[in-house]
């Protein structure tokens, strides 16, 4: 079984920051697209970014210039790091690993992004 793990969640203040990890096994996480998508009360999930094995990245523009993803393969971990976090930004966020030329996908459990003053 997939695991997939989130951690770093939290409440901040407008204008603050936070930073999301999220890790798998290394046979997974070497091969696949790592994404994090959030889902607000009352909405649809949404992407909010992803990195390719290659290191391509794809923001959504709405978090364009704020977050920043990245991945460190050597401890198979991806990042979210989020700047100038605003109260819309509030959501459950959920990391994502999608292995290349498969249709799969593991998704982690999620985790809590609050932002409010």
């Known amino acids: 079984q997939v695991q997939v793990v989130e951690s770093g969640g939290g409440s901040v203040q407008p204008g603050g920051s936070l930073s999301l990890s999220c890790t798998t096994s290394?046979?997974?996480?070497?091969?696949?697209?790592m994404g994090w998508y959030r889902q607000a009360p009352g909405k649809e999930r949404e992407s909010v970014a992803r990195?390719?094995?290659?290191?391509?990245?794809y923001m959504n523009d709405s978090v364009k210039g704020r977050f920043t993803i990245s991945r460190n393969n050597a401890k198979t971990t991806v990042y979210l790091q989020m700047n100038a976090l605003k109260p819309e930004d509030t959501a459950v966020y959920f990391c994502?690993?999608?292995?290349?030329?498969?249709?799969?996908?593991?998704w982690g459990q999620g985790t809590q992004v609050t932002v409010s003053s």
């Open positions: 990195i390719t094995t290659d290191g391509i990245v």
């Open positions: 994502v690993a999608r292995p290349l030329y498969t249709h799969d996908e593991y």
């Open positions: 290394s046979d997974i996480f070497s091969r696949s697209t």
